[in-house]
């Protein structure tokens, strides 16, 4: 897997898009820049989740807008999709290879923008074990600002359920110690009530190292409760570059030794940006793919502020023989 750049894709060859419709303007990002670059598209699919929006108004309508202008770009079909369930999205892309006969010649993109944490999960896993497409572009689009999660607050009771859970369909060990691979972002209590649910024996948590470092800040700030006692609770800290497959796969190779050592669970705490929870899924189904493992809160809604602004697209490639 490569690291994910902001310059212009390769676009040789047919392409085929998968990516998700949202409340958030940044979903259009990636449709945006294949439309002003001529990329060949033949098809694709339009995840269209039934997240509650708060304010729900306001929220349902820049949804419709964006999706609509998802489909005025895209010879793209509707996609139904559970938000919250790991194997439903596996089965989605998978379905991919038959919606086009199995050509391997065609380029999969995927904007990963506007998934839920748990279908970036479930990409990073699928990109890791699947062997139906040759090339694979992942796209993220950066927003201009991360906004508040006052909304989803635990204190407020903003959550449905903590879901833990093993990230593939064979797993080797279900008790035991774990081991924390804690990806650390704007969403701390959510991360929090993850801990909560299953609290790692030691680990890492990673910071999201950016060029404008707001995110970085952000982090530290949401996720306070975490820093200031991480070494007493045997779990280091690494800031890792926002777009940097390669240096996560190197945190992930670490953490995965050290669950080894200790015959524990390695456990995904997947609430760091895109970028980092599809690389960290992808390297960890590679690396440990029996003992990995993720643990993750169901949000009840969101903030209609979640995020604003369309910054950059960023793209990562793979490559399968």
């Known amino acids: 897997m490569s690291n994910f750049v902001a310059s212009r894709p390769n676009l040789t060859g047919p392409l085929y898009w998968l990516g998700a ?8 990002g990636s449709a945006r820049v294949l439309a002003e670059f001529g990329g060949s598209l033949e098809a694709g699919l339009i995840v269209d989740y039934a997240t509650k929006i708060e304010p729900g108004g306001a929220g349902q309508e820049l949804r419709a807008k964006y999706r609509k202008a998802l489909f005025d770009s895209l010879p793209a ?30 380029t999969l993109v995927v904007d990963a923008t506007c998934f839920t944490k748990i279908h970036s999960v479930a990409l990073g896993y699928w990109l890791a074990t699947q062997r139906c497409v040759k090339d694979v572009l992942v796209a ?18 903003r959550w449905v359920e903590t ?30 009530l993850a801990v909560d649910a299953l609290e790692p024996d030691g680990g890492l948590a990673i910071l999201a190292g950016a ?15 975490l ?32 669950a080894r050592a200790a015959n524990a669970r390695m456990v995904i705490y997947p609430f760091g940006p895109k970028p980092h929870v599809i ?7 590679v690396l440990a793919p ?13 903030s209609l502020t979640y995020t604003s602004g369309v910054g950059l697209t960023y793209w990562a490639s793979i490559r399968l023989s």
């Open 279 to 285: 690389a960290a899924s992808f390297y960890a189904a």
């Open 140 to 157: 993220y689009t950066r927003p201009i600002e991360y906004g508040t999660e006052v909304t989803n607050v635990q204190a407020r009771g």
């Open 163 to 192: 879901i833990v859970a093993p990230l593939g369909f064979d797993p080797q060990l279900t008790s035991g110690e774990t081991t924390g691979l804690l990806l650390l972002g704007h969403e701390g209590s959510r991360l929090r």
């Open 290 to 302: 029996r003992r990995s493992w993720i643990s993750y809160p169901v949000p009840k809604s969101y």
């Open 21 to 28: 419709a949202s409340f958030e303007e940044r979903c259009l």
């Open 227 to 258: 820093l200031g006692q991480a070494a007493e609770d045997g779990i280091d800290l690494e800031t890792v570059d926002f777009f940097s497959a390669q240096a996560m796969r190197k945190s992930v190779s670490g953490v995965a030794a050290q």
């Open 77 to 106: 079909r509707d996609l139904p999709l559970q938000a919250y369930r790991f194997g439903p999205m596996i089965g989605a892309l998978e379905s991919i290879e038959r919606s086009w006969g199995g050509n391997r010649a065609t």
């Open 211 to 225: 060029e404008d470092s707001a995110l970085t800040r952000i982090s530290e700030w949401k996720n306070g409760w």
